[in-house]
């Protein structure tokens, strides 16, 4: 009987880990959309020209520098989902 409790508890320990993985995994993969889509967006609602979203670097929680084909931007989004744009020399 001991050994079928271990067994299932290593099984437990196992689906537990993978799911703590998965869910990394999802979140980052999260990011990366909002990093393309969202920041790509909100540079071209403020009147900048990007077509294509080249990289994308951690500035802080919710604030990104964006380096589009066409220039540099910094994004903000504040606390409501409102972006704020600006240009990056």
Known sequence: MP???????QKSVTSSVVFI???IV???ANASEV?????????????FSCHQVINVKSAGD???VVKCNAG?????????GQFT???VE
Not at 3 to 9: E, G, R, S
Not at 35 to 47: E, K
């Open 3 to 9: 050994h079928i409790q271990l067994h299932n508890m």
């Open 21 to 23: 993985i998965l869910f």
């Open 26 to 28: 999802a979140f980052f």
């Open 35 to 47: 990093a393309s889509g969202d920041l790509r967006a909100a540079i071209r609602s403020a009147g």
């Open 62 to 64: 919710n604030d990104w």
């Open 72 to 80: 540099k931007y910094r994004v903000k989004r504040d606390p409501n």
């Open 85 to 87: 744009v600006s240009q």
